[in-house]
């Protein structure tokens, strides 16, 4: 368990034949117009696009939006989350190498094998209750972690919250369903915010409480306890039913049409060139992210073994929200460059990681190389969020298809994430390495995808050119 950053086919970066390349070309400059005598990239009205649906003003449901930022900030305000590594080693007696090579990878590998299935059977059976689902797993998670002892039962803590989580990217879906398309900025922000903003909070009332009683860790559990029931009574009270009408769910499109339209209808998801390569950043570089997110609090015990673990992670929420409030306020214009955002901030991350990594005897570069890289990985789930849903909200438009899937995107993207994850994972459990060797690997990779992504970049606008 850790701070998420939360929240296809193809990854968009690979090499198209003639053909399917002036395919996604001419399917970009469909979402996107040139400015007169400019030539660059312009945000297409979404405000109008999405009148063209009936989604008026009247028709934003902010209630929802409420009810989920309020859950979001409840379920996430867990004064227990700094001091989980801590107490896991000392009052349960579960030691670093098996945390390493068992109860954190159950994250990793339940969440692969749930993400896209949640996805599903929200189309089939709702939103709504799907999340529902998700939030009760939360709450079975604070119970095993307050009653339960041994290896196999915190790895089974730690396959409940992954199921948990998934109800993260269903919630930011909610938002999306309950506004119009031009609001998708804000209530990304307002998602984002919401969730580390209570991240910020517990980890206040976790070292207030702390201090006090320092070898009483295990009371921090029941406040997490009652914030995340809270945050499920806020869901439940708050959230109504989406404003718009469903596709068809994809289950029901397979049994009625068959394999081929269904595929067709995912592809068609993925059809442009942003999604792709959005999509690509999340197989890279936003399941790296997650993954250290496991690792980062042995690295700071390794560091201070007696570190205000309260304060610190106060700081790395703290660099979060900034780099969602960036996000949040940069131009659409900006965005609208995918290729140089996500290898600049996966350029930055292995920066950061590379930090925490050099003096990983000094808690202080420790925490700043944590924090930093916190900070850019959420710049950049906010940005690609948003950047992805509004990107198919158009394609929709211009398309005239049914209401998006932002539900099917969202848990696949999830999904690319923690195959790679998973595989990652699974290379360092077999070849059993310690903490310092996964952000060695973190490091490479990262600065890695950075380079192949320009190099990949000039090559398909040399290709672009020759073309035109």
Known sequence: MAPEHTLGPSSGLRRESNASYSSFVSDDAALLTKEPGVGGPHTVDTETLGSKVGLSTGLDDWRSVIGVAVCLFCVHCQPSEAYLTRYLRDDVGISEDDLDQYVWPTDT???LVTLIPAGLLAEVVGLRPVALFGLICRLVTRIILIWGRGVGEMAAMQGMYAIGTNADVLLLTIMYVAVRPAKFRVVTGIAFAAQHIGSFAGSGIGQAMADSEPHNLRRLFFVSWGFTTAGLCAFAALCGPPRRTPPVALATLLTTEGVAATWKVICGLYRTETVRKWASWYFFVNSLNNLMLNYYQNQIQDADQHARLGLYQML??????CGVAAATGLSSQLIRWPSTVISLTSAAGAA??????DNSSKI????????LAFAIGLFSSTAGSYTVAETINIQKETDDS???RYAVVFTCNGTLALVWASIISAIGTGRKWDTPNFYRAAVIELFTFSVVVLLLEAALRCYRGRLS
């Open 109 to 111: 590998w339940t969440q």
């Open 364 to 371: 202080d570069t420790v925490c700043a190389g944590n924090a």
């Open 316 to 321: 790395l929420e703290f660099c979060g929200v």
């Open 402 to 404: 049914e209401d998006s």
């Open 352 to 357: 950061a990681y590379l930090i925490a990594l």
